[in-house]
Each structure stands twice: as C-alpha cells, then as structure tokens.
Nanobody, 119 residues
Framework: QVQLVESGGGLVQAGGSLRLSCAAS????????MGWYRQAPGKQRELVAIITEGGITNTADSVKGRFTISKDNAKTTLYLLMNNLKPEDTAVYYCRQFGELAGQRRDYWGQGTQVTVSS
C-alpha cells in the first residue's frame, strides 16, 4: 500500500512563492511517474506537472516558467516549487503516483493541500 502525504500549502500574496512536498511511502518510488494536479472550486481537477521515472518533466502551459516539478528518489519525495503565484493558482493541490512495473499497476493520490493566493 502506498501513502502520499502533501505539505507546504498555505496563504500567500500574489507574486509570492511556495514549495509543496509529497512524501511517499511504499517501495519502488523511483520506478513510477509522479504528478501534481490541482482543483479549484467549481472546476475539474487539472494536471499541473508530471515527472517520469526517468526524470523527464512536463508542465502545463498555465504554469510554465513559474512552477518546477522535481523529485528526490532517496527521500521518496516529490516537490513543486511555485514562483510568481497568481490568484488563479488558488486550488487544492494533489500529488499522484502512477504507472506500471512488472505487471503491477499503481494509481495513488494524496489527500491534497490548499494553496490560496491573495491579490
């Protein structure tokens, strides 16, 4: 069983920065892709950024140049550095571990952390 625990959310003024963390339990962390998603009130959950098991990243256009996804395999932790935050970045941010290894599929989500950006 895999558990994902996000932290680092909070209230910040526009233009500020936050770093989210997602601590993962369970084995084979480095063998699965990881991602950050967000869901604003009244909106569907959307992809923010993903990082493959090999470290290749992909970031949504809406946050490109401002957000950076990274991971530390030794610490089994995923990060999202968010700079120049905007009010429209306000949402609950979720981390996800997904993929398949030796026939075993995973698709786990964390409980989310709230990010609120004031104007």
């Amino acid at each position: 069983q895999v558990q994902l625990v996000e932290s680092g959310g909070g209230l910040v003024q526009a233009g500020g920065s936050l770093r989210l963390s997602c601590a993962a339990s369970g084995s084979f962390f480095s063998f699965y892709a990881m991602g950050w998603y967000r869901q604003a009130p009244g909106k569907q959950r959307e992809l923010v950024a993903i990082i493959t098991e090999g470290g290749i990243t992909n970031t949504a256009d809406s946050v490109k140049g401002r957000f950076t996804i990274s991971k530390d395999n030794a610490k089994t932790t995923l990060y999202l550095l968010m700079n120049n935050l905007k009010p429209e970045d306000t949402a609950v941010y979720y981390c996800r571990q997904f993929g398949e290894l030796a026939g075993q599929r995973r698709d786990y989500w964390g409980q989310g952390t709230q990010v609120t950006v004031s104007s």
